[in-house]
């Protein structure tokens, strides 16, 4: 019995401890008081880097009512550290408060604006490009000024042995050498000329400048991943893993802007329906909400702000569409198929009821997207395939417009009047939960017409990928394309030097080709209008439309945020938000 | 007694190896963790050369048996999500927040459960009864992530008792703990009503009454301490159930534990986290059923191994 007793009091012991250990949580963010202080900073190891700044030293004065932080939940990043280089760019989020790029894209024109460098000139074969960077810029931390061997550094990151970055890629296969003239100028000389090299050079992409002082100085990358001094006017305080990012303002005058709120919490939230709780009770300022939920946050006085830009390019791809490595073509594949297949896509792109998916998924709210990842304000833009016909409709609407009746024709003139039986495949994209119910509705439109669909659905892309890779994709999946310049869908879709294979034709390689080798930008904008040209006419993909992202805000706290949507990772500009004072 | 021990230690650690075999092969059945982690833009040479620095291009043998051996001393490499970090550094940083939201939920359980079990078997076929099953029911039958929903909604947004989520402190704690423990309460219920009706007949029950001593004392000090043995035993089983059992709640609640922490390692295919984490659940598994196997032994001498 002693046994037993001791048995229930031990319990009883470690469930107390349990509860009295859980009583001393973390830090209580309040939305009208500053943030609790961080820990002083950890002196650097070498006696070269300077000592970090701690919070409140020198702080400048300032008469404007405390704000608080500025607190945001997104949902949870692909990769996770202060280690930019490695992870695709949507977790590029997780860094981008505190950083700052040579190019910026400007929230309301979506127009690439000088940042941290001044000017930038191009060769006339566009082999050499050289930026003028600005002579006043501090990094976080007391980590001292702007040089061009900070910005050297950011590209070196970007390709390094584990580098995995989304433009990774390009920047090793593109640069071949820096040259650093004096500190404030930088020269790139590339591999092969490059017109567009300012598109993954500016925020679009992924080289944000670090301190080459704090690599340089000893620490290196542990003194990086502990505190990653950037330029931006929010520096990096610290973060729980799968939980939240924190940052603080930088305790000096920024060079470019005063941030109305005294710090930013990112909360990393992987589930829609608590990022819409919270900020219902008021826990954050901005969330990131799926569509479904918009009556909810309208009803409790929340303010829906889209992008100023669509980011989303929605498409489902067809697999097998191999017209150069003919050694895969599977022409039993009824859309791949070279005599009856342009037939069958007609088919399926008429059988879409694009308006309605538009209306009910969407709100309403949405362009049209006639070719994917083409957009009037990127280069590659055919104003033909917008064009009012004589039938009062545009060409898109004309050749794509939801028509049932004509696609069971069309399949009935391919040899298909019973339709037939394919596979679709779905999976889990960021920052677009709405794929499934796309993906359902492409099944109901093509049963409609008599196609018989087996609906997939994976956990992560990586279920098809081998598929695509490997020149074996006899399906469809959807995809959520991003607001990437046109050339780059070509590379990755149309080319045999991407990999997902999409569609290729020797008509595409010719034109992507001589778009490689070009430097004129209205001959190259040419060219990769015509490979949308092709892409159009041969309805080598469904595209469904451009879409808005968008956040919920509380407008009792933020008054004002305006952001391109463009940049990949969605959420950007955050120094830029109003506070309601 | 000390034999039956060694043995039962040594077939844990059997156990061990062959979760271990699985979860290894599981992993590398979901495929290449590249396809997952690399952007589209990837050209074929950034999967030759990350292949190299993951080390995904030897044998899979060669790959289980430097996992097998630095697994041994708790090295179960570098995350491919979390760069930076071990991943055994990750689940360690996490499981302190499991095992107190399963402490919690076991507090709860037992909270709603003991009252409830020794009140049903006291009066016993009453309405009191009924509605003690009811509400076990109840708990056994909502799906945790959907009461998880309507308390987040009810409590955090409605009416401001609670955070929504997260960690800041005790009050963070208590919407969580109500949503895995209630799950629970049926079980343990009914255990504790069978062990109180089991032992309320008997006669050492019947003389103390005929004493004269108060029904409550007969009931919460004498029968109950008698009723507990089962129970207790199964507190061993049910915080390892709890600990292992709480991901979608660490989902919809965004509590930082190693149920969130495997939910987001499998998204990304993080074999190197997976492995971790599900050796660690094991290993806590493993560990509590071996306790609970020697309690029993020591309890009732004749279980043995002749």
Known sequence: ?581 | MQRYIAIRIFQSLITLVAISIIVFALGRITGNPLDVLLPLEAQQDDYDRLTIVWGLDKPLYQQYFTFLGNAASGNFGDSWKWPGKTAMELVLDRLPNTAILAGVALLVSTAIALPIGVLSAVKRDTWVDHIGKIIALFGQSLPAFWLGIILIWLFAVKWDIFPTSGNEGFRSIVLPGVAIGWFQVAALMRLIRSAMLDVLDSEYVKLARIKGVPEWKVVWKHCLRNAAIAPLTYFALILGALMVGSVSIETVFNWPGVGQLAVEAAKASDFQVLQAIVIVFCGIYVLANLLVDILYAYLDPRIRYS
């Open chain 1, 1 to 581: 019995m002693n046994f037993f007793r001791f048995l229930t009091l031990a319990l009883v012991f470690v469930m107390v401890l349990a509860v009295t250990v859980s009583c001393g949580g973390g830090d209580e963010d309040s939305p009208d008081g500053v943030a609790d202080a961080t820990q002083p900073s950890q002196a650097s190891s070498s006696e070269a880097t300077p000592k970090p700044v701690t919070k409140n030293v020198d702080k400048p004065k300032t008469t404007k009512k405390s704000m608080g932080d500025l607190r945001v939940a997104i949902t949870a990043l692909s990769h996770e550290s202060n280690f930019h280089w490695i992870g695709s760019s949507d977790s590029l989020i997780g860094s981008r408060p505190a950083a700052e790029y040579l190019i910026d894209v400007d929230a309301e024109t979506g127009v690439e604006v000088p940042m941290l460098a001044t000017s930038w000139e191009m060769s006339p074969d566009a082999k050499t490009w050289t930026f003028n960077l600005r002579k006043d810029v501090e990094f976080h931390y007391g980590y001292g000024s702007m040089t061009s061997r900070d910005v050297e550094l950011g590209l070196d990151l970007l390709r390094r042995e584990d580098a995995i970055q989304t433009d990774t890629s390009y920047w090793r296969g593109v640069l071949d050498s820096v040259h650093l003239p004096d500190d404030h100028t930088i020269e790139l000389t590339l591999k092969y000329g490059d017109p567009d090299l300012y598109w993954p050079i500016a925020a679009n992409g992924g080289v944000l400048i670090p301190s080459a002082k704090q690599w340089d100085g000893g620490a290196g990358i542990d003194a990086f991943e502990e505190r990653p001094a950037y330029t931006g006017p929010y520096q990096y305080v610290d973060r729980e893993l799968g939980n939240w990012i924190q940052f603080e303002k930088v305790p000096y005058d920024h060079w470019r802007v005063d941030t109305d709120f005294d710090g930013l919490k990112m909360h990393l939230v992987p589930e829609d329906f608590t990022r819409l709780a919270m900020i219902l009770a008021g826990e954050v300022d901005i969330s990131s909400v799926s569509k479904t939920l918009h009556p909810e946050v309208k009803e409790a006085g929340m303010v829906i702000i889209p992008g100023n830009f669509p980011s989303i390019s929605a498409n489902a791809m067809f697999g097998g569409q191999y017209y150069v490595n003919t050694e895969a073509l599977d022409e039993s594949v009824p859309w791949a198929n070279l005599e009856t297949g342009k037939l069958v896509r007609e088919a399926m792109n008429r059988a879409i009821n694009r308006e309605e998916i538009i209306d009910v998924l969407f709100k309403g709210v949405a362009e049209p997207m006639p070719v994917v990842a083409h957009h009037q304000t990127k280069p590659g833009w055919d104003d033909r395939w917008l064009e009012k016909q004589p039938s009062g409709k545009t060409l898109y609407q004309e050749r794509y417009g939801y028509d049932p009746e004509k696609a069971r024709e069309l399949l009935a003139q391919a040899g298909y009047p019973d339709g037939f039986e394919m596979t679709f495949h779905t999976f889990p994209q960021s920052g677009f939960p709405e794929t499934r119910d796309i993906a359902d509705s492409f099944q109901l439109y093509f049963e409609d017409i008599g196609i018989k669909v087996n609906l997939v659905e994976n956990p992560t892309l990586g279920g098809i990928r081998e598929h695509y890779k490997g020149y074996s994709a006899d399906f469809m999946w959807i995809f959520r394309g991003g607001a990437r310049l046109p050339s780059n869908d070509v590379r990755v879709f149309y080319s045999t030097e991407g990999i997902v294979h999409v569609y290729e034709s020797d008509e595409i390689e010719k034109n992507y080709g001589a778009f490689k080798e070009s430097v004129d930008p209205v001959e190259r904008a040419r060219l990769i209008a015509a490979v949308g040209d092709e892409v159009f006419e041969e309805y080598a993909r469904i595209p469904i439309a451009w879409f808005f992202f968008d956040v919920a805000v509380d407008p009792k706290r933020v008054a004002e945020y305006n952001y391109p949507g463009t940049i990949t990772g969605i959420i950007t500009h955050l120094d830029l938000v109003k506070a309601n004072r």
